[in-house]
């Protein structure tokens, strides 16, 4: 069984359980003035703790984003009660704030319970298949580094329902591969900018600088910043042509083959602990949940 084909039902799965709970979620944190991006905020935040949560702890699994941005997003918290202002730059959950969080927590986990399609017996080995998977990721020896998984892994709830524990396994999944991510390019000379930018190329999913500064206006920086990003991958070769029609150079598609496979290679180390014939059995039940859940 190809393990990336396990991932990708992970991920599927994941997707399938977010379109039964995040409703919920969403009805819920709207009735107090809050959305579904302003409680992933607070739900970092609160993993950050006990250090108070400032731009820079989020830059570390997220530095593609601007600092300013999540700034803005802290600021905005703030004025609307959920975060105090403990020192510049510094945040931490209010009592409102950590109380609606931690009660829309409960609310999600609920509705993931209410939403599991699978026999008691299957839910408890793919629990349980899970669980080895993200201890031996913990475990593992660097690289990557496991600042992420460490924070997500914070937020684990008890076994049972199962459901809500499953969710929370696929979402640590998910950061170790983030972790490994970083640990495959971080060593290069390329700034997360600059790496995007060139993924975005890499991709097919742009062709132009125009098209680069609309499909990442989302994280914040000024167009400026992704003309220098071309600037500097052309510095290194990785790739050519005008802003209007920048391609890959074979030189960049190597490095960033690279990069996917060192990703890769990080990500899928941990999965040894997981004999062939159980990784049969994962995808039997994770079929089951998606066809379940998309039932």
Request: glycine residues 6%; aromatic residues 8%; hydrophobic residues 40%.
């Amino acid at each position: 069984m190809d393990e990336q084909t396990l991932w990708n039902q992970m991920n599927e799965a994941m997707i399938a359980l977010g379109n039964q709970y995040e409703p919920v979620v969403e009805k819920a944190a709207s009735e107090d003035g809050m959305d579904l991006r302003t409680w992933s905020t607070l739900l970092a935040v609160l993993t950050f703790e006990p250090e108070d949560a400032t731009p820079a702890h989020f830059m570390v699994r997220g530095p593609y984003t601007a600092p300013e941005a999540y700034l803005s997003r802290l600021v905005s918290a703030t004025q609307a009660g959920f975060l105090s202002e403990v020192e510049a730059g510094k945040f931490r959950l209010t009592e409102r704030g950590r109380g609606i969080v931690l009660d829309l927590v409960v609310l999600g986990r609920q509705a993931m319970a209410d939403a599991d399609p699978l026999s008691s017996d299957d839910a408890r080995t793919l629990l349980e298949l899970l669980d080895r998977l993200v201890q031996y990721c913990l475990a593992a020896t660097p690289p990557p580094e496991t600042w992420s998984i460490q924070l997500s892994y914070k937020l684990m709830p008890d076994p049972e329902p199962p459901m809500p524990f499953i969710e929370q396994a696929i979402s640590a999944l998910a950061a170790y591969r983030d972790d490994a991510h970083l640990a495959a390019w971080q060593n290069t000379e390329l700034s997360a900018t600059a790496l995007e930018t060139l993924t975005l190329l890499w991709r097919g999913d742009v062709n132009s600088f125009d098209e680069i500064c609309k499909r990442l206006d989302r994280r914040g920086h000024p167009c400026k910043v992704y003309k220098g990003a071309l600037e500097d991958l052309r510095t290194h070769h990785l790739i050519n042509g005008s802003d209007e029609a920048p391609w890959v150079t074979g030189v960049g598609r190597v490095f960033r083959n690279q990069i996917e496979e060192a990703t890769n290679r990080y990500f899928y180390a941990p999965w040894v602990c997981i004999q062939e014939a159980e990784k049969m059995e994962l995808e039997r039940i994770l079929a089951q949940l998606i066809a379940g859940l998309k039932g």
